[in-house]
């Protein structure tokens, strides 16, 4: 049978669209899936489904759609007409009384039941986001994305896409995915750092939207090896500027969610007013942490890196988002720039956030290139792949900084999701890559 779904006879509204007073007692079609059904013996109640919301339609035993909706199964597709009905008892205060059903997509037994694990419904990852907190995440996560282009585009950077084969590793060799390239050795993208450095001559403010990869086996909460990686960098910026940038920046994106995902975020349970205002970041540099932690108990000196149960320690007591700074050299990436107060320390920052941790890694970028490359040969790299990248300090070589922010992260953090896999449609593990 071919369903005229273009034609105009079963041209639709979205669900969304008909939950409000000038639609109440008129007729509408709407088109979708349906997430649940309940039949007793005069009525059948089934809950559409599309991309705006969910509503509920009732089909009585007297209704030429009966037949219809009885046959008709969860996770079917089809088209539904009928009248709106404001009622208090119902779902977001509307339903729908059906006179017609046409059936397009049939659906078989739906697999998944309600008591079901976490990794059996990653298995099925194709249909398990069909769930409405699921679609709820996802439809956040667009936000966010939203979010950080509107920011930069309004504050004059331009987007700008760095390659993902690249010759040289981005910052760890150890963690970087490496693959043929036409008889020659090639890596994984883990940042757009160094290209990004180049094309400040060129654009001067620039940002970028891109999947990272991380060759991590890491399988906590909030660990992916393929992640969305927002990151920007800027020309003239040195560190305390960087600094209010990416507070302004995720300040931005939090303020957005909340007034425009307001309805997503309850669904949730995600406090809303919290994040329509976040109180003002904290700054706390490396020296006092490890002192702090001590303190309280942690066996910690300087020069250890921060796990995720100092970090969130850190923050979690805090209640808000902070910044870690100032962190020794041997901690970090080879192109940051040393602290010319403390040589072994350099101007970098991880901005942590509450139940979560690192959510943001930034730096000012080292410009003794010099340096740079003692510290490339101290973590067994060859400084000659990176003369492209040298190339910068011979010809106008600028002060600049950036910052890379996990998209994954940040969307745990607005919805309060139980790990990053939930915040990616497909999530990638060490130990997954299907569906």
Known sequence: MVIPIYSKKYLAKTISEIKSAQYSGKKVKLRGWISKKRSLKQKIFLVLRDSTGHIQTVTSS????????????????????????KDPRAPDGYELIVSKILIVGLAETWPIARDTSSEFLRDIRHLSIRDPKQQAILKIRS???????????SRGYHEHQSPSFTPTPGESGAETFEVKYFGKKAYLTQTWQLYAEMMLPVLEKIYTMAPSFRADKS??????????????????????????????????ICSKISKEYASEMTL???????FSKLPKFKKLKY??????????????????????????????????????????????????????????????????????????????????????KKRLRSAGEDPKKYEFYFDSSRYGKIPHSGFGLGIERLVMWLTGAESVKECIAFPRTPTRFTP
């Open 219 to 252: 399988m906590t909460s909030r660990h992916l090896t393929e992640y969305w990686h927002a990151e920007a960098e800027t020309a003239w910026q040195e560190f305390p500027e960087l600094l209010q940038t990416i507070e302004e920046c995720v300040r931005y």
């Open 62 to 85: 007297d209704s030429k759609a009966w037949k219809s909706a009885e046959e008709i199964t969860t996770e079917s597709s089809c088209f539904i007409e009928g009248v709106v009905k």
């Open 287 to 372: 020296r006092a942490a490890v002192e702090e932690l001590k303190k309280a108990g942690f066996k910690i000196k300087f020069g250890d890196d921060l796990g995720t149960t100092e970090e969130k320690y850190l923050v979690d007591k805090r209640k808000i988002p902070l910044f870690i700074t100032h962190y020794p050299t041997s901690l970090k990436a080879f192109y940051m720039k040393r602290d010319e107060k403390d040589p072994d320390q350099v101007l970098a920052s991880d901005l942590l956030i509450p139940g979560i941790g690192e959510l943001v890694g930034s730096s000012e970028r080292s410009l003794d290139f010099e340096d740079v």
């Open 268 to 274: 949730l349970g995600s406090d809303v007013k919290y």
């Open 143 to 153: 936000g966010v994305i939203s979010g950080f282009h509107e920011y930069f585009r």
